[in-house]
T-cell receptor
Framework: AQSVTQLDSHVSVSEGTPVLLRCNYS??????LFWYVQHPNKGLQLLLK??????LVKGINGFEAEFKKSETSFHLTKPSAHMSDAAEYFC????????????FGQGTRLTINP | DAGVIQSPRHEVTEMGQEVTLRCKPI?????LFWYRQTMMRGLELLIY????????DSGMPEDRFSAKMPNASFSTLKIQPSEPRDSAVYFC??????????????FGPGTRLTVL
């Protein structure tokens, strides 16, 4: 079955330190992959997407993600965390055959400590 | 572009009442999606439309839920009768078709529904 696994439900880092949010997907082919961010009481906002071009994808607000087919992973990173990065982050993938609907992970809550 | 617009932003109602949530997708988008988000179940896809036609409603929890898209710029999600377990945040999202430039979904701000 198509699935997305976010390996950490909660990540806590100090301001100014690196951020790593982990995502693995199940697939027998390379889907399109996405990272979304949700700030409190807001909708989901697209951070970045992978669509079989460059394996290192740069997004907004200094975030980037690397597609690793051999590991079926699409981890999100940022070199230096900012207080405004505190939010819920969702990894998602397209379904089989390029289906328009997305399969979402359960989310990772990122807390930034001053 | 104003993005995806949802109304109301907050709705409080009593059990047994009818609730109608509204969504205006981004102009020109081909697909419209309705999601429900709760702490227990996370983000769930309820139904989605392509060019105003329902494609997959397998996520609709039961017959009390119905969705329509009478035209390209408007969709409704109706719950009748509502129950306390329907309390959640309901999101609408829209996207272009993959062949028209992308399949990322753009989300509205959501409607927070509380059923007492």
């Amino acid at each position: 079955a198509q699935s997305v696994t976010q390996l950490d439900s909660h990540v806590s880092v100090s301001e100014g330190t690196p951020v790593l949010l982990r995502c693995n997907y199940s697939s027998s082919y390379s889907p399109s992959l996405f990272w979304y961010v949700q700030h409190p009481n807001k909708g989901l906002q697209l951070l970045l997407k992978y669509t079989s071009a460059a394996t290192l994808v740069k997004g907004i607000n200094g975030f980037e993600a690397e597609f690793k087919k051999s590991e079926t992973s699409f981890h999100l990173t940022k070199p230096s965390a900012h207080m405004s990065d505190a939010a819920e982050y969702f990894c998602a993938r397209t379904g089989f055959g390029g289906a328009q609907k997305l399969v979402f992970g359960q989310g990772t809550r990122l807390t930034i400590n001053p | 572009d104003a993005g995806v617009i949802q109304s109301p932003r907050h709705e409080v109602t009593e059990m047994g009442q009818e609730v109608t949530l509204r969504c205006k997708p981004i102009s020109g988008h081909d697909y419209l999606f309705w999601y429900r988000q709760t702490m227990m179940r996370g983000l769930e896809l309820l139904i989605y439309f392509n060019n105003n036609v329902p494609i997959d409603d397998s996520g609709m929890p039961e017959d009390r839920f119905s969705a329509k898209m009478p035209n390209a710029s408007f969709s409704t999600l109706k719950i009748q009768p509502s129950e306390p377990r329907d309390s959640a945040v309901y999101f609408c999202a829209s996207s272009l078709a993959r062949g028209r430039g992308g399949n990322e979904q753009f989300f509205g701000p959501g409607t927070r529904l509380t059923v007492l």
